[in-house]
């Protein structure tokens, strides 16, 4: 039975109930309607939050809390998986690939964690989204609703799910930290965080917490 977290909450990822050889990461959102201008519609013009682009970024933490490896100059090769950086180096976190709309149902972008096998050097994996030059088209998660995070073990069952609500403290929001993967005990927690940033770069995000 999925659990349907609130803020703050954590949930025990249990190996004896759990597959977590295989964690899908499942990010989702859709964005409001506007009404658009008669003068927009009859020229066929597209709304402004067309293309709304939410990328899913993992941070991957050591036992200080901080991203060790960079990668090269456009973060190839290091702890923080996004579009550029697709599969981490290990082989046991890999982004699914970039959806730049959001369109359709289910998870907008996914990514899948080894939670088994992760290298023990890993204690935390952050899962962030930002929106993809947000401040420069004036778009923001107060325009989304229906944003989630869920996560399925490798037997397709759903452990949880966090949902986060639409509230006016998102306007202004290019960035979300949606939740988090921790070790506690020789195990793996998750806990449902929902904490928005006003930066569209996710780098910022990083440098100023996690480096």
């Not at 933490?61 to 456009?74: C, F, N």
């Not at 950086?85 to 730049?100: A, I, Q, S």
């Not at 996914?110 to 994996?125: E, T």
């Not at 979300?176 to 195990?187: A, C, H, I, K, L």
Request: hydrophobic share 35%; net charge negative.
């Amino acid at each position: 039975m999925v659990i349907n977290l609130q803020k703050g909450q954590t949930i025990n990822l249990e190996k004896d109930v759990y597959d977590l050889s295989s964690v899908t990461v499942g990010l989702g959102w859709d964005v409001k309607e506007s009404p658009k201008g008669l003068f927009s519609s009859l020229l066929g013009k597209k709304n402004e939050n067309d293309d709304y682009d939410l990328n899913a970024i993992a941070f991957m933490l050591d036992s200080d809390g901080k991203v060790a490896r960079l990668g090269d100059r456009k973060m190839v090769g290091g702890d923080v998986v996004f579009y550029n950086n697709l599969r981490h180096f290990t082989g046991y976190v890999y982004h699914t690939g970039d959806n730049r709309t959001g369109d359709g149902e289910g998870d907008a972008e996914q990514i899948i964690i080894n939670l088994d096998k992760l290298d023990a050097c890993y204690d935390v994996i952050v899962i962030l989204a930002s929106i993809y030059h947000g401040i420069q088209k004036h778009q923001d998660f107060g325009q989304v609703e229906n944003a989630f995070i869920r996560a399925v073990d490798a037997k397709g069952r759903e452990m949880l799910r966090y949902d986060l609500s639409n509230e006016e403290k998102y306007d202004g929001m290019c960035s979300m930290v949606f939740g988090e993967f921790y070790r506690r005990n020789g195990g793996w927690k998750f806990r449902a965080i929902g904490t928005p940033y006003a930066t569209d770069s996710f780098v910022a995000i990083m440098r100023e917490h996690f480096l």
